[in-house]
């Protein structure tokens, strides 16, 4: 029963992944949100991500209570609370960025990436659950690493190379934040679990970690726009021509660039803001620089929660239900250390670059490469099963 718990488990991970991704892009996407630019920021499509996944998982409470469920296993007591309330601040984080980086990059490019705290985790598993590290964590390190490396081998060999496949600087801060991200998710997943009160389920500790997340995110996108609106972060009273030029004007349409010039006067080598502006201007220049990302963090959390355009909220509202069906089986499966099952979580990596060839993408052939090493690698990490039996982790309340 344990390998087809896991098997089975794996599979629907897999899935659920997979698709997480595809909305995440599909939603950031105007030719799949009826053509108009989308305006809405990561951190509005985080919140509504957030309020799904808690909706679904609140449903699945409610028809466990039904079932007969009592109500003392919903509480998992404060030790394993307060390793989702930060589990729910670094997943917040995340999501953001996982919504950042789809409107810029299709997900074969940075999907990869984001995963590279895998080849760290069996370190963090013999730390905080003395889990052995055996040679075949080594040779999954080196073809992880190797398989990273594969795409950007016609750039080192001097071959011309699409700028749009390349990541810049903010995809890699992104990168390495959902990285750390990630990884304290594996492993607070695992102590969450480990310190959970007898007795409690998944789908309370779902329900316990997205209360919180919507917390968080709330808080952000009530705090951070007040504090960008009393520093005039994406309202800038002056700006220098370089800097308008290549941060705004070079990004947007005619009728933005036009918006923009007749409201500032342009003074020596400086635009500023014309005096007495109505409102409604202010507020239209503003989405503009919202949108090509002027200030790149107040950027993050402006907009309204109620939209223009909902066609992006459905992706958002559809990555919510796969969100909380992945959540619920990574709590299902966090009762095992983290490095012997959550590489084989990644298995649609290798699949990505297939998937994207079918919405018409350009991927290469090393891109494609890459992929494959890089699961591969991910597999060959946990691959000697035979002579290692899988065990749960112990349980403080047996």
């Known amino acids: 029963m344990e390998w087809v718990l896991l098997v089975i488990w794996l599979s629907i991970i897999n899935g659920a992944l997979g698709g997480q991704y595809l909305l995440n892009w599909m939603g950031n996407q105007p030719e799949y949100t009826g053509g108009s630019r989308v305006d809405i920021t990561p951190g509005v499509m985080t919140w509504w991500r957030e309020i799904s ?35 729910a601040f670094t997943g917040v984080i995340e999501n953001i960025g996982f919504f950042y980086l789809p409107r810029y990059y299709s997900p074969h490019l940075y999907a990869p990436y984001v995963n590279v705290y895998l080849a760290f985790l069996p370190f963090f598993g013999k730390v905080l659950f003395n889990a052995p590290i055996r040679k075949e964590h080594w040779w999954g390190i080196t073809l992880v690493v190797v398989g990273l490396g594969v795409p950007h081998i016609p750039s080192i060999v001097g071959s011309h190379v699409d700028p749009r496949s390349v990541l810049d600087l903010n995809a890699i801060i992104w990168i390495i934040i959902i990285n750390c991200c990630l990884c304290s998710q594996q492993i607070l997943n695992n102590k969450t679990v480990q310190t959970a009160l007898k007795g409690v389920g998944p789908n309370a500790l779902v329900v316990w970690r997205e209360m919180w997340k919507m917390f968080f995110i709330t808080s952000a996108l009530f705090i951070f726009p007040l504090i960008g609106n009393l520093t005039h972060a994406n309202l800038p009273l ?23 010039l007749s409201n500032y006067n342009k003074i020596d080598n400086k635009y500023f803001l014309k005096e007495n502006l109505p409102d409604n201007i202010k507020k239209e220049i503003k989405t503009v620089f919202v949108s090509v990302d002027y200030n790149g963090f107040f950027s993050l959390f402006e907009g309204t929660i109620i939209p223009n355009n909902w066609l992006p909220i459905i992706f958002v509202i559809a990555a919510g239900l796969s969100g909380y069906i992945y959540s619920f089986g990574f709590f299902k499966l966090s009762k095992f250390a983290a490095h012997f099952w959550v590489p084989y979580t990644n298995v649609y990596l290798a699949l990505l670059p297939f998937i994207m060839l079918l919405f018409g993408r350009d991927v290469t052939i090393w891109q494609i490469a890459g992929a494959v090493v890089v699961t591969g690698g991910l597999m060959i990490g946990v691959s000697d099963y035979s002579r290692n039996k899988v065990v749960e982790i112990d349980k403080k309340y047996k």
Do not use: H, N
């Open 238 to 260: 002056d700006i220098t021509t370089q800097k308008l030029q290549e941060k705004v004007l070079s990004k947007v349409k005619a009728d933005d660039k036009e918006l923009i």
């Open 53 to 87: 996944k808690l909706a679904w998982a609140v449903v699945a409470v409610i028809i466990e209570i039904f079932r007969g469920k009592e109500l003392r296993y919903l509480w998992p007591g404060f030790l394993s609370l307060t390793t989702i309330m930060i589990a």
